[in-house]
T-cell receptor, first 113, second 114 residues
Framework: SQTIHQWPATLVQPVGSPLSLECTVE??????LYWYRQAAGRGLQLLFY??????ISSEVPQNLSASRPQDRQFILSSKKLLLSDSGFYLC????????????FGSGTRLTVV | KQEVTQIPAALSVPEGENLVLNCSFT??????LQWFRQDPGKGLTSLLL?????REQTSGRLNASLDKSSGRSTLYIAASQPGDSATYLC?????????????FGTGTSLTVIP
């Protein structure tokens, strides 16, 4: 069976510090991978998605970047965090050919102080 | 671009009541629609997935319906329990060019009162 792992679960970082959030998927190959952000009281905002190694699409201009160094690994990064980067970050995967829907990770609560 | 709306934004019901959550979308050309549950501070848990060729899906006390032509889906919860309290989100996977992306509604926050 497929599983998705996301870490860390919580993170408190000072303004201007770097960020690295990691997401890995097991039990499948060539998944579509996604990073979402959920700000307090707001809906899910798609940040990045990837359909293959090294292929990253960005939905909104921002202080963040994403990379996919391996087939089942998706990393969200920032060189210098802003206060506005605080939020709940969710990784998800989907199978591109059989449309089984999304499966989400457990999320990372990021607080920038 | 697909737009997804969920009404109401919040709902409070007494335990045991049957209830319906609504989801509407602007473009009927979809591949599937998925309902999720989110508990506070947690990730999203998939509840039901309806393919575009299907009209409904059932899981336990949950029943989701899909009417593509009118751009609507409903999630029916029978005999609600306090443990059903959570935020419920629907997500639409469009066909065609945007097929790799899902579009989410802003959710309905459900409170079931014991």
């Amino acid at each position: 069976s497929q599983t998705i792992h996301q870490w860390p679960a919580t993170l408190v970082q000072p303004v201007g510090s770097p960020l690295s959030l990691e997401c890995t998927v097991e039990g499948t190959s060539n998944p579509n991978l996604y990073w979402y952000r959920q700000a307090a009281g707001r809906g899910l905002q798609l940040l990045f998605y990837s359909v293959g190694i090294g292929q990253i699409s960005s939905e909104v201009p921002q202080n963040l970047s994403a990379s996919r160094p391996q087939d089942r690994q998706f990393i969200l990064s920032s060189k210098k965090l802003l206060l506005s980067d605080s939020g709940f970050y969710l990784c998800a995967w989907s199978a591109p050919q059989d449309y089984l829907g999304y499966t989400f990770g457990s999320g990372t609560r990021l607080t920038v102080v | 671009k697909q737009e997804v709306t969920q009404i109401p934004a919040a709902l409070s019901v007494p335990e045991g009541e049957n209830l319906v959550l609504n989801c509407s979308f602007t473009d009927s050309a979809i591949y599937n629609l998925q309902w999720f549950r989110q508990d506070p501070g947690k990730g999203l848990t998939s509840l039901l997935l309806i393919q575009s060729s299907q009209r409904e899906q059932t899981s336990g006390r949950l029943n989701a319906s899909l009417d593509k032509s009118s751009g609507r889906s409903t999630l029916y919860i029978a005999a609600s329990q306090p443990g059903d309290s959570a935020t419920y989100l629907c997500a639409v996977r469009p066909g065609g060019y945007d097929g790799n992306q899902f579009y989410f509604g802003t959710g309905t926050s459900l409170t079931v009162i014991p």
